[in-house]
Nanobody, 122 residues
Framework: QVQLGESGGGLVQAGGSLRLSCAAS?????SGWFRQAPGKEREFVAA????????FYADSVKGRFTISRDNAKNTAHLQMNNLKPEDTAVYFC??????????????????WGQGSQVTVSS
């Protein structure tokens, strides 16, 4: 079964940058990140299709975050620039081992990382 190891969270001031990484132990069709802040539901952040490289972003992060993938290393990266306090959340890397119909829905993903805390101070 595919396993995910994620890293790169931390504490940063508003306007700063962080880079999250998600390494997969096997083949997946889609990799991405969801985030969950205290008192809020888990929400879609970004995703990348492994074969075509197509990317998708939530409106709230578009223009600030960039997701990419390294096929040789089975690793996805999420570059987060111009971070805002409202970006503070636990970020979960996720992967789908079968083609997905709605990439923005958590239930479409069957493999999850342990989560990385991202804290943005004002």
């Amino acid at each position: 079964q595919v396993q995910l190891g994620e890293s790169g969270g931390g504490l940063v001031q508003a306007g700063g940058s962080l880079r999250l990484s998600c390494a997969a132990s096997g083949r997946a069709y889609v990799s991405g990140w969801f985030r969950q802040a205290p008192g809020k539901e888990r929400e879609f952040v970004a995703a990348v299709m492994w074969t075509a490289g197509s990317t998708f972003y939530a409106d709230s992060v578009k223009g600030r975050f960039t997701i990419s993938r390294d096929n040789a290393k089975n690793t996805a990266h999420l570059q987060m620039n111009n971070l805002k306090p409202e970006d503070t959340a636990v970020y979960f890397c996720a992967a789908a081992t079968v083609p997905v119909f709605r990439i923005f829905e958590p239930m479409q993903y069957d493999i999850w990382g342990q989560g990385s805390q991202v804290t943005v101070s004002s």
